[in-house]
């Protein structure tokens, strides 16, 4: 006899009437195998669209750069190489890129990091070894594998972020849970752009849920609903096991009908990032790395943020100076700023910035939060506004908004004060809201130009 999972064992009737006409609905939304088909290979081709075309213009970007402005070679001697750029789109495909569904925003950057940088090695390797004509310059190869290693996950959240506004984009995916599980899951994978999966449907034990919605999500009915979920085409289940609950036979039980089963636990406390799973003997292990705390890795970092860091500053110097030049024109002071942030070793740093803000912006934010209780409570709890009176209007928020304030600290990363990727250096008034053992593991590496915002 077929185990019930413990979800269910308080409630083993039939489904009702209303559940099994809401089921009936959700079959014939998803049942004709063609447009699923259609919405998969349509996910699929957007994603190595958007990819061939950031790598062709890496290419191009590289081509300009030096093999035109420098060499003052043709275009027809790079043109007959650029069906390599296959190689590329085919060692994503293999990386499980292809829709990466599931991957995550970390994992999929480090993917395409790596498979980018394979191709390009295994060329020039190739190149060497079959004695190639020395048509091709190396400098052009290296302008455009920089560039391909921004602009390739560049466009692709860029994509992600509009394409999650199609109805049709996403793996749908049915979530299972309890009470305030539910929205805190269903809130989560919303948020998670990159992740690619779409809440479609609800299931909970809990009869309170039962034709509701989370966060415009409808929660249908009970797991025992699973089996025809599973026949409509969705293949994706998460199921939220909650903080110490046994989940072994929902996960049985899901199993048997679904392709993919996820099961999500809470941990406020603990990383997400770089872990691995382990088997220790049956039970399950979870294993956290600091992978960056070994030389060897600390090594090549620095040496791609000091080639990478060195190619880009020459790249952004004529935006950098052209937004200098409007803050100039609209506020009175220098376009220059810096402030002092904790960088390696707890060492102090001057990390700059194109200025954004007033040159009295500190008093104007202190008289602004003195006037306005709801302000002060905004700035305690997130330390920032969405309505900051600090900020010079129109160039301020545009400068922000696409980063190029922080563009200056690519100087910094050249001097080995900062990295291309790491922790963002935060000022004093912030680190203190941190436990001593998290600024220590902070202190260990050097902050980032980018990185994950705590």
């Not at 545009?398 to 910094?412: G, I, N, T």
Request: glycine share 8%.
């Amino acid at each position: 006899m077929r185990r019930m999972p413990l979800l269910t064992r308080r409630r083993k009737a039939a489904p009702s009437r209303a559940e099994l006409s809401d089921v009936s609905i959700a079959v014939a939304l998803w049942s004709a195998p063609w447009p699923r088909l259609g919405a998969r290979t349509g996910r699929i081709a957007v994603l190595v669209v958007s990819d061939a075309v950031a790598l062709l213009g890496a290419a191009s970007l590289g081509y300009f750069l030096w093999a035109h402005l420098m060499l003052q070679q043709p275009a027809s001697v790079y043109v007959d190489i650029i069906p390599m750029l296959l190689l590329f789109l085919l060692g994503y495909a293999a990386a499980g890129l292809y829709p990466g569904f599931g991957v995550g925003a970390v994992e999929t950057l480090r993917r395409i990091s790596y498979c980018t940088s394979f191709v390009f090695l295994s060329l020039a390797a190739a190149s060497f070894v079959l004695k190639l004509p020395p048509d091709y310059s190396r400098m052009t190869f290296a302008l455009a594998w920089g560039a391909s290693l921004i602009l390739v996950p560049a466009l692709r959240f860029v994509v992600l972020a509009v394409a999650n506004r199609w109805h049709w984009w996403g793996e749908p995916a049915v979530i299972v849970g309890r009470g305030s599980q539910l929205q805190w899951t269903v809130r989560a994978l919303q948020n998670a752009l990159s992740l690619g999966y779409r809440p479609m449907w609800v299931l909970s034990p809990d009869r309170y849920w039962h034709s509701r919605t989370v966060n415009g999500v409808r929660v249908l009915g009970g797991p025992e609903l699973a089996p025809s979920l599973a026949k409509s085409g969705i293949r994706v289940a998460l199921i939220n096991g909650g903080k110490g609950g046994r989940t072994s036979s929902t996960l049985s039980w899901f199993q048997q009908h679904f392709r993919h089963v996820v099961v999500i636990q809470e941990h406020d406390d603990l990383p997400v990032e770089r872990v691995r799973i382990c088997n220790l003997g049956g039970v399950l292990g979870i294993e956290f790395t600091n992978n960056l705390l070994r030389w060897h890795n600390r090594v090549v970092k620095r040496l791609l943020d000091l080639t990478i860091g060195a190619i880009f500053l020459v790249l952004a110097l004529p935006l950098i100076t052209a937004g200098g030049l409007v803050v100039k024109g609209l506020s009175c002071g220098l376009f220059f700023f810096y402030q002092r942030r904790e960088g390696l070793g707890g060492h102090p740093i001057k990390v700059w910035k194109l200025r954004t803000m007033y040159q009295d912006a500190e008093q104007r934010l202190e008289t602004s939060l003195a006037a306005d209780p709801e302000l002060r409570r905004e700035w305690e709890e997130r330390f920032k506004l969405r309505h900051d009176p600090r900020i010079i209007p129109g160039v301020g928020p545009f400068l922000r908004r696409f980063s190029v304030d922080e563009l200056p600290q690519l100087w910094s990363v050249v001097k080995g004060e900062m990295s291309l990727v790491g922790p963002r250096p935060f000022p004093e008034y912030h680190l203190r809201e941190f436990p001593p053992e998290f600024r220590e593991l902070r202190r260990r590496v050097r902050p980032g130009l980018t990185g994950m915002w705590r």
